[in-house]
């Protein structure tokens, strides 16, 4: 480590992202106390010190043809990363996810000589592989979360550290369960369903109503049912006072419900980890689900199946996400059927497989003995 204090280009581009590089930025604080941080984050990077440049609502951008509408403004971002990380001369750039605008940004950061990187590697495993290129070019550093990752870029010329999942430190709710219900003013005899319609808008404007349609449809089969929506910040969206909402203690909403129907991405893992049997959709536009369709190579979109190597919940995608499908699924889920013992039971073999606690410290670790 430098004598001088360390200063890091640091890039988020979702809300999960904001909330790894916030608890690794906290982590590399512990051991370098005088460290700082310029970048791309959220609400929980700036609160731990980041000096931000663009906010994740911003930057959590899906699908081929979204991106393509959003291209003059990313191209604008890109620019401005490049000129500040000149002008910084940071110590070292830390990518956090968020492969499309990350790898770029790596390729750009060689003529510069700054060392990079990469924490929550790109699912290479999963599709376009060829970018393991920008790994073997571009990239010094790589911190794997999952177990099966360091054996596929290790036997792919990749040096990779596998330093545990985010999620071994364990998720609590802010909330009691108690404490939750009078929030919300539910009953114990309430039987509780959470609608997970995802964190960015694009994916809300795709799931929500279908989720809100399916809940509809349970309310005539299971009588004391009670429907509660998480929403993320910097989403948007109005229901009847038939939904309650949570914005402050997702966790609690996902641990204190029978059961979730979950829009894919970190959401479905935080599921299995809290104990939460689950239904797992996903929706894009035609356009980009042709696409995905011919790339993705990966046998399951949720991480609670890749993670297990077997289908443990169950996925419907584009048009097979649709009311009777989620509605047949879902069901099982909210009493105690042999379905919903047998997804507990794989969800607790997932928990095994995860790694100790202690990630975000291993991972700070790292970055700074090679700062």
Request: overall charge positive; aromatic content about 8%; proline content about 5%.
């Amino acid at each position: 480590m430098n004598a001088q204090a360390p200063k890091f280009f640091i890039v988020a581009g979702e809300q999960s992202g904001d909330l790894h590089g916030s608890m690794l930025m906290q982590a590399i604080k512990k051991f370098e106390p005088s460290a700082s941080f310029v970048g791309h984050g959220g609400d929980r990077m700036v609160s731990s010190g980041l000096d931000i440049m663009h906010h994740v609502n911003k930057l959590g951008i899906m699908g081929f043809t979204e991106v393509i509408k959003h291209l003059p403004f990313m191209i604008n971002v890109m620019g401005e990363s490049l000129e500040k990380i000149k002008e910084l001369r940071p110590d070292r750039v830390i990518l956090i996810d968020y492969p499309g605008f990350n790898l770029r940004l790596a390729k750009n950061c060689r003529p510069h000589a700054v060392p990079v990187t990469y924490f929550i590697l790109p699912q290479l495993w999963a599709w376009k592989e060829n970018r393991i290129q920008y790994f073997h070019n571009y990239i010094d550093q790589s911190l794997s979360i999952f177990p099966f990752e360091q054996d596929w870029f290790e036997s792919r010329e990749v040096p990779t550290n596998y330093v545990g999942h985010p999620f071994s430190e364990g998720l609590e709710p802010g909330l009691s369960k108690s404490e939750f219900y009078k929030k919300h003013n539910l009953d114990t005899k309430d039987v509780l369903l959470v609608l997970i319609p995802g964190s960015r808008q694009q994916e809300i404007d795709k799931h929500l109503q279908l989720y809100c349609d399916v809940a509809n449809k349970i309310k005539k089969k299971i009588e004391r049912l009670k429907v509660i929506v998480t929403k993320a910040s910097g989403v948007s969206f109005s229901l009847s006072d038939d939904f309650l909402i949570e914005s402050e203690d997702i966790y609690g909403a996902m641990k204190y419900s029978k059961a979730a129907i979950t829009t894919s991405g970190t959401a479905s893992l935080e599921c299995a980890m809290l104990d939460t049997p689950e239904v797992v959709c996903y929706r894009l536009s035609a356009t980009s689900y042709a696409i995905s369709k011919l790339l993705n190579k990966s046998p399951f979109i949720s991480m609670v199946n890749l993670i297990a190597k077997r289908k443990i919940v169950p996925e419907l995608l584009q048009r097979s996400a649709n009311v009777n499908n989620i509605l047949n699924n879902i069901l099982p889920l909210l009493s105690n059927t042999d379905k919903r013992k047998t997804m507990l039971s794989g969800m607790s073999q997932v928990r095994r497989s995860i790694g100790m606690p202690g990630v975000y410290e291993r991972a700070a670790q790292a970055i700074i003995n090679r700062t």
